[in-house]
Nanobody
Framework: QVRLVESGGGLVQPGGSLRLSCAASGSIVSIDAMGWYRQAPGKQRELVAALTISGRTNYADSVKGRFTIFRENAKNTVYLQMNNLKPEDTAVYYC???????????????WGQGTQVTVSA
C-alpha cells in the first residue's frame, strides 16, 4: 500500500513563508515526478510545481520566483518552499506522485490528502 502524507500547511500573513513536505511510503521502487497542486474554493485544481527525478521543473506562472520545489529521492519526499505568500495563494495544497513504480511493477498515480494554506492578515 502506497501513501502520501503531507505536512506544513497553516495560517500565514501576506509576505510570509511556509514549507510543505510530502513523504511517500510503501512498496515503492521509484517515482518519476512529484509535484504540488492546489485547489481554491470554487476553482479547479491547478498545478503549482512539479519536479521529475531527472531534475526538470515546471512552475505555474503565478508562483515563479516565489516558490521552489525540491525533493530527496532517497526518502521519496518532495518539498515546496513558499515565500512572499499572497492571499491568492490560499488553497488546499495536494501532493502528487506520478508514474510511481511499485514493487509489483505497476506504474501508478497517487494523491495526498491535502493540506490547507491560508494567507491572511
Amino acid at each position: 500500500q502506497v501513501r502520501l502524507v503531507e505536512s506544513g500547511g497553516g495560517l500565514v500573513q501576506p509576505g510570509g513563508s511556509l514549507r510543505l513536505s510530502c513523504a511517500a511510503s510503501g512498496s515503492i521502487v521509484s517515482i518519476d515526478a512529484m509535484g504540488w497542486y492546489r485547489q481554491a474554493p470554487g476553482k479547479q485544481r491547478e498545478l503549482v510545481a512539479a519536479l521529475t527525478i531527472s531534475g526538470r521543473t515546471n512552475y505555474a506562472d503565478s508562483v515563479k520566483g516565489r516558490f521552489t520545489i525540491f525533493r530527496e529521492n532517497a526518502k521519496n519526499t518532495v518539498y515546496l518552499q513558499m515565500n512572499n505568500l499572497k492571499p491568492e495563494d490560499t488553497a488546499v495544497y495536494y501532493c502528487n506522485a506520478d508514474n510511481l513504480r511499485t514493487a509489483s511493477n505497476l506504474f501508478l498515480n497517487y494523491w495526498g490528502q491535502g493540506t490547507q494554506v491560508t494567507v491572511s492578515a
